[in-house]
């Protein structure tokens, strides 16, 4: 069965760094776009970051563009998040998400989430 | 950037009731809206895609329609394990969500 499974959360000071991944099995993750969504109880569900299957396409949410990079090694069957500049208003759970064959906007299955905290 | 908007943003109701949560947008989106249920402490779940489209595994008494700017997601009957959070999407935006409660 699909299996998403993100780790690498925790609590980071402001302007720190963090690297989340997700773990994939149960399909065959090279044919994937993916996404990571974040999810605060203030401002709710926030896409952050996608990328094609083969990664050659990549987009990111205003708010994290150019201090987030989102990459994918598909030998490994893992996504990946570099978070770097981390502010407070980035403290969420973070989840990694797969996007539909066809409408990949539609996020068919996700990960548990992963809790990202950064504060001083 | 397009703006998504809920209604109602909660509503009490029973088992066996029929709800309808509606979601706007601020512009024209053709039909390329999504809808998820969201249980505490869980990620959510696709439900509806494509607007109108019944995600593999979810129940029948799921529908979803509308087009342009105004959509609805709506339950026939409302079972115990429907009260949850409902939410809809269009590519990088997510509604602010309704949470269905007793």
């Known amino acids: 069965q699909v299996q998403l499974v993100e780790s690498g959360g925790g609590m980071v000071k402001p302007e720190g760094s963090l690297r989340l991944s997700c773990a994939a099995s149960g399909f065959t993750f090279s044919d994937y776009y993916m996404s990571w969504i974040r999810q605060t109880p203030g401002k709710g569900l926030e896409w952050v970051s996608y990328i094609s299957s083969g990664g050659g396409t990549i987009y990111y949410a205003d708010s994290v563009k150019g201090r987030f990079t989102i990459s994918r090694d598909n030998a490994k069957n893992s996504l990946y998040l570099q978070m770097n500049s981390l502010r407070a208003d980035d403290t969420a759970v973070y989840y990694c998400?797969?996007?539909?064959?066809?409408?990949?906007?539609?996020?068919?299955?996700w990960g548990q989430g992963t809790l990202v905290t950064v504060s001083s | 950037d397009i703006q998504m908007t809920q209604s109602p943003s909660s509503l009490s109701a029973s088992v066996g009731d029929r709800v309808t949560i509606t979601c706007r947008a601020s512009?024209?989106?053709?039909?390329?809206l999504n809808w998820y249920q969201q249980k505490p402490g869980k990620a959510p779940k696709l439900l509806i895609y494509a607007a109108s489209s019944l995600q593999s595994g979810v129940p029948s008494r799921f529908s979803g329609s509308g087009s342009g700017t105004d959509f609805i997601l709506t339950i026939s009957s409302l079972q115990p394990e429907d009260f949850a959070s409902y939410y809809c999407?269009?590519?990088?935006?997510f509604g602010p969500g309704t949470k269905v409660d007793i």
């Open positions: 999407q269009l590519r990088g935006s």
């Open positions: 512009q024209s989106i053709s039909s390329n």
């Open positions: 998400a797969r996007g539909r064959t066809g409408s990949y906007w539609a996020f068919d299955y």
